[in-house]
């Protein structure tokens, strides 16, 4: 990266993009200074504690470790020099709430019989995933390592031609380069129509698509590409730092003051004034200078709240007629005792989750059947709960924008524990000494979320790449933003890149 020394930066916002965003800045020479509206930094990866528990208050899941690693390297440290990781194994336990599609033949190993379906444990053993997809379906043993196969070369194709470089503007895509890049990947139609040419039994599809969540879509809306996440999974494996996702973000944060950067918490921008070398960020307390300023806030908070309208780039109809990721419906639970029947990362899917996306991206309402994920972090780290208690945080995907309130949080609260006793056997409900909720309100009062989206924009078909909106304004000369809205979109280690490439325009506009 180029230089920028005597140059002021100050960015709105510290979450993982804007962390990363000062970080490549501020070793490129700049003065940087990160502007936070709430009194920790990490944004969403914030941390919760109480009575002796602690919770990450929402990414839970260390997954691309190469991306972290990546990211360290550049500045000749390495994750281990800030934090120990776990490989997890196994990497999760589905739960499956009715038994659909084929029994399996005979016993497979990391299959079990559950409370109301099947249990199936993924596990770091290949040769054990190929036998549990065999006994589901004849064939999908072999056929699984084919999936994966190409789920690799789209992993490693994509990975550096297409998020390690950003195209993010319409003119990147006319390299002709990229047409023997992307030649062989699956880059057209949906997520489920591409698994359905692999594998016809539902669990296997179920299986193959659950990490969509984790992108904000579901398997009708987000394209097939993003089938190199069960390369993630199962080639890459899954791991738990030290200290949990809040670890990280203090191994950014320690990195960003090794190389002077300065934080400042519990100041909420209220303005972004000016243009290049000549902006002010003005705050409750006062303002900053800044030649150029980066936006790691939500954007359409950013445009809409922070510029004048003649600064803004979008119109309320670009972002009324946006696709946003799921909100959720959060229970941070300390319970006494322990919870054996759930693992680090649990899931509990209905036989048939399309009523569930339905509810999220077509009807809004809370789901009435949801597939929903369970954290049990003290699992592996001890330190997150008191002798004797476990720390369980439940997420149950929601549609963004459902009205929300008290009364409806009481009553879905009993309804997911009454469904995770039944379906997994374990009923917390007499053991919870310590609880708290969180649900599209908190989304919107705690990090200006639009519609209290828990992620940012969805990665449907058209949302992706250049169809997600730039890291440098057309609007205000000097202003940059950074974070899930941006490429390559959502996930930790997608808003670590998404600073890299903020960082890289900025400095090539020097």
């Not at 036998?131 to 194709?157: C, M, P, Q, V, W």
């Not at 997420?395 to 929300?404: E, K, S």
């Not at 053991?431 to 979320?449: A, G, K, L, P, Q």
Request: glycine letters at 10%; aromatic letters at 10%; a negative charge.
């Amino acid at each position: 990266m180029r230089g920028a020394a005597d140059t002021d930066v100050v960015i709105v916002g510290g979450g993982f993009g804007g962390l990363a965003t000062a970080c490549y800045l501020a070793e490129a020479g700049a003065d940087v200074t990160v502007v936070e509206k709430n009194d920790q930094l990490g944004g969403r990866a914030s941390t919760l504690e109480g009575e002796g528990f602690r919770f990450d208050l929402g990414p839970s899941w260390y997954l691309m470790p190469d991306v972290f690693e990546r990211f360290f390297g550049h500045f000749d440290r390495t994750p281990a020099e800030y934090y120990g990781l776990t490989r997890l194994d196994p990497h999760y336990r589905i739960f499956f709430k009715e038994d659909v599609g084929p029994a399996p033949t005979g016993d497979p190993p990391g299959r079990h019989d559950g409370p109301t379906g099947d249990i199936l444990d993924v596990t770091d053993d290949l040769d054990q995933i190929e036998a549990l997809f065999e006994a589901h379906e004849t064939g999908a043993g072999d056929t699984f390592r084919e999936y994966l196969e190409t789920s690799k070369e789209n992993y490693e194709i994509g990975m550096e031609h297409f998020v390690y470089e950003d195209r993010s503007r319409l003119r990147d895509f006319l390299d002709p380069r990229l047409a023997v890049y992307a030649r062989g990947l699956s880059l057209l139609g949906s997520m489920q129509d591409h698994v359905e040419e692999y594998f016809d039994h539902p669990k296997l599809q179920q299986l193959l698509q659950y990490t969509l969540v984790f992108l904000g879509g579901s398997p009708q809306n987000t394209p097939a590409l993003y089938n190199l996440m069960s390369h993630v999974d199962f080639n890459l494996g899954v791991f738990y730092p030290e200290g949990g996702m809040y670890g990280v973000v203090e191994a950014l944060v320690d990195l960003g003051a090794e190389l002077g950067v300065d934080y400042h918490t519990g100041e909420p921008a209220t303005a972004i004034v000016g243009s290049r070398d000549g902006f002010s960020v003005r705050t409750p307390t006062g303002a900053h200078r800044a030649d150029v300023v980066v936006s790691d806030a939500d954007y359409a908070h950013t445009e809409r709240d922070l510029l004048p309208p003649l600064k803004r780039q979008f119109d309320e109809s670009y972002w009324d007629s946006r696709t946003y990721a799921p909100s959720a419906f959060m229970l941070y639970l300390g319970v006494e005792g322990a919870v054996p029947a759930l693992e680090h990362h649990t899931l509990v899917l209905p036989g048939d989750w399309d009523p569930h996306f339905e509810t999220i991206f077509e009807h809004p309402a809370w789901p009435e059947d949801p597939a929903y994920y369970v954290s049990v972090t003290s699992k592996t780290d001890d330190s997150v709960a008191p002798d004797g208690h476990s720390a369980v945080v439940v997420l149950v995907p929601i549609a963004a924008g459902l009205p929300d309130g008290p009364d409806r949080r009481a009553a879905y609260r009993e309804q997911i524990l009454a469904d995770l006793a039944e379906n997994t056997g374990e009923d917390l409900r007499d053991r919870i000494v310590f609880e708290r909720t969180t649900c599209v309100d908190d989304y919107r009062s705690m990090f200006n979320s639009e519609a209290g989206s828990a992620l940012g924009l969805a990665h449907t078909l058209r949302q992706t790449a250049v169809l997600r909106p730039p890291h440098r304004s057309s609007a205000v000369d000097g202003l940059y933003f950074t974070g899930s809205y941006t490429t390559p979109g959502i996930g930790v280690p997608m808003t670590l890149i998404s600073g890299e490439h903020t960082a890289e325009y900025v400095l090539d506009d020097l």
